[in-house]
């Protein structure tokens, strides 16, 4: 259990990796298709912030990639390497998965999205200071209940996946 609380940590590194170099780096208004229509609106597309920002925001977010995939795998090859039936990879799957949807919805929506006194998103888009609030908590739930139901099914795939290699 201990590995997968590990893995669940590395897929949560590479959401907000993700999310800072969409954010922080690249700045493109692409990246906020998942915002809330208030955000959405007042948001202004970017120039380069500065000379090699694109770069390291495309590098980190290929990384983030990466970090999330490599967290499946690991979880795949200790699995097979103990012996893993589908029962065993069905949880660790759904774990990992449920535990990133628990860091998104918590981390990412609450505390970065809905609190402007934490200033994430205000420090690249000040303009979204004054229509942050805790009102946009849950504005999304329909996406993130879909997510939710679709981790079982991907946890099932990849239980079924493994257990065949």
């Given at each position: 259990?201990?590995?997968?609380?590990?893995?669940?940590?590395?897929?949560?590194?590479?959401?907000?990796?993700?999310?800072?170099?969409?954010?922080?780096?690249?700045?493109?208004?692409?990246?906020?298709?998942?915002?809330?229509?208030?955000?959405?609106?007042?948001i202004?597309?970017r120039?380069e912030?500065?000379?090699?920002?694109?770069?390291?925001?495309?590098?980190?977010?290929?990384?983030?990639?990466?970090?999330?995939?490599?967290?499946?795998?690991?979880?795949?090859?200790?699995?097979?390497?103990?012996g893993?039936?589908?029962?065993?990879?069905?949880?660790?799957?759904?774990?990992?998965?449920?535990?990133?949807?628990?860091?998104?919805?918590?981390?990412l929506?609450?505390?970065?999205?809905?609190n402007?006194?934490?200033?994430?998103?205000?420090?690249?888009?000040?303009?979204?200071?004054?229509?942050?609030?805790?009102?946009?908590?849950?504005?999304?739930?329909?996406?993130?209940?879909?997510?939710i139901?679709?981790?079982?099914?991907?946890?099932?795939?990849?239980?079924?996946?493994?257990?065949l290699?």
């Open positions: 259990m201990i590995i997968t609380l590990l893995l669940s940590l590395m897929l949560m590194a590479g959401l907000f990796l993700m999310l800072l170099a969409g954010v922080g780096f690249i700045q493109d208004t692409k990246f906020f298709s998942s915002a809330p229509k208030e955000v959405r609106d007042v202004r597309p120039e912030s500065f000379k090699g920002a694109y770069a390291i925001g495309w590098s980190m977010a290929v990384f983030s990639v990466l970090l999330m995939t490599g967290a499946f795998i690991i979880g795949a090859w200790n699995g097979i390497n103990n893993f039936g589908f029962g065993q990879f069905f949880i660790r799957f759904i774990v990992m998965e449920l535990l990133l949807k628990a860091f998104d919805i918590l981390f929506d609450w505390v970065l999205l809905c402007a006194g934490f200033n994430f998103f205000p420090h690249f888009y000040p303009e979204t200071k004054e229509v942050l609030g805790h009102y946009l908590f849950g504005y999304n739930w329909k996406t993130h209940l879909a997510h139901i679709g981790s079982f099914v991907v946890a099932a795939v990849l239980a079924w996946v493994c257990i290699l």
